[in-house]
């Protein structure tokens, strides 16, 4: 009696270490790990009744169409989780976000469309991830932002069309990447790929077979061949109108400014516009062929051409006036800083002020003539408004607005 009371309470000690669903295969490896064998079981499920100290779980090769947030809470200390070869075409947020001891993922070979990146946020000791063969068609560009210890992942046979810029940066281990068999389309949305494979260490699996879908002239091309001529980043140059010397206005003043742009493809223009009391946005033209202002910030009038144009600029119009010019390979823009003051002697208080003052005629940008881009970024500009009498036809007094000396203050050209 006494030697099977011992078998019992043996028994009762080592169950819950030993516990195992009966469709799989349990057992201790040498090196103490406890491996879960559940592949090619026909399971439409992950098992329950599996034991809490399972590090190797095995469900490869199974019929499992969907992964509940609670999927794995019997087993927090996995460490190597093998799914691939299933059905999954849903994964609901929070089914991995617990398992912070994983060290290996694998996905691979499933329907999986929609993933909860989030996720991944806690399984920062992530070294192997596997999500080829599925159906990607875009990822988040923070998706791996903190796998520090990811050496190796899988995201060949897809439907990833672009990759974010940045994608692939913050993985310092990063060892091993497979990207082919995608439909890539190799806009310059893309080209950041090229430079990063050109300067990576990383080793990128089948690298020729990494090809252009579109568009046409590039199809079948290898997107590390994309041609540079056909993406270049933005430059962009800020002048003033150039048709206002020695122009007198009476009523108000119209501040004009000018942005022009180049690079392929060509960059479009939106503008920033901070004042002291409010902040705005203008990513489009806002002035119709017609003349007709077609959104609300009609103070400010945007041309298809790259002008702006305040009319009857007054002093709540100061503030930091931003160019931005953005296309698919990048963004540049540049600031200027307009006041609005008045002065009996405007243009020797400007060279005082700035000695750097010149006239440039605003018209373009002339090599030895730019700002130096890495400086402060936001150059001063005085619009003085200088009221005057005069006499009209009527003989009724009139204030005036002298703007010869908008050109002195003006006349910079800012280039980036």
């Not at 103490?32 to 399972?54: F, H, I, M, T």
């Not at 501040?255 to 946005?281: D, F």
């Not at 007709?292 to 103070?299: F, L, P």
């Not at 609005?340 to 010149?358: T, V």
Request: one cysteine or more.
């Amino acid at each position: 009696m006494r030697p099977l009371l011992c078998c019992l309470g043996l028994a009762v000690l080592l169950g819950p270490c030993l516990a195992c669903p009966s469709a799989c295969s349990c057992s201790t490896k040498k090196n103490g790990r406890l491996l879960a064998e559940c592949a090619y079981k026909d399971l439409q499920e992950v098992p329950e009744g599996l034991s809490s100290n399972v590090t190797i779980l095995t469900l490869s090769a199974n019929r499992i169409v969907w992964l509940g947030q609670g999927s794995f809470a019997e087993v927090p200390e996995v460490q190597s989780l093998w799914l691939g070869y299933n059905q999954i075409g849903v994964v609901e947020p929070g089914a991995f976000a617990l398992l912070v001891h994983l060290k290996n993922l694998d996905l691979s070979h499933n329907k999986i469309a929609d993933f909860p990146w989030q996720d991944l946020r806690n399984l920062s000791g992530l070294q192997i991830l596997k999500m080829n063969n599925n159906r990607l068609a875009g990822l988040p560009w923070d998706a791996f932002r903190f796998l520090k210890d990811l050496r190796s992942l899988w995201l060949n046979d897809n439907e990833l069309t672009t990759l974010a810029e940045g994608t692939f940066d913050n993985l310092p281990s990063l060892s091993q990447l497979q990207i082919f068999n995608n439909p890539f389309n190799c806009s310059c949305k893309v080209f950041w790929l090229k430079k990063w494979t050109e300067k990576t260490s990383v080793s990128i699996t089948k690298g020729g077979s990494t090809l252009c879908v579109a568009p046409s002239r590039l199809k079948g091309r290898a997107v590390t061949d994309i041609p540079d001529h056909h993406c270049i980043a933005p430059s962009v140059q800020l002048t003033y109108l150039s048709n206002l010397d020695n122009t007198v206005m009476y009523d108000g003043l119209t501040l004009t400014l000018h942005c022009s742009v180049a690079g392929s493809p060509p960059p479009e223009i939106r503008w920033k516009i901070q004042t002291s009391s409010r902040r705005v946005e203008i990513n489009r033209p806002n002035v119709a062929r017609d003349g007709n202002v077609k959104q609300s910030q009609e103070h400010f009038l945007v041309f298809k051409n790259g002008t702006m144009a305040i009319p009857n600029f007054r002093k709540e119009d100061e503030g930091i006036y931003t160019c931005l010019a953005v296309n698919d390979v990048g963004t540049r823009d540049v600031s200027v800083n307009v006041a609005l003051a008045g002065s009996e002697n405007p243009a020797e208080d400007l060279l005082q002020d700035d000695p750097q003052a010149n006239h440039l005629g605003g018209r373009s940008c002339y090599k030895g003539d730019e700002m130096d881009p890495s400086g402060a970024g936001e150059k001063l500009v005085i619009v003085y408004h200088m009221p005057r009498e005069s006499k009209s036809r009527s003989g009724r007094v009139v204030p005036q607005v002298h703007l010869g000396t908008l050109l002195l203050a003006l006349g910079i050209v800012l280039c980036y």
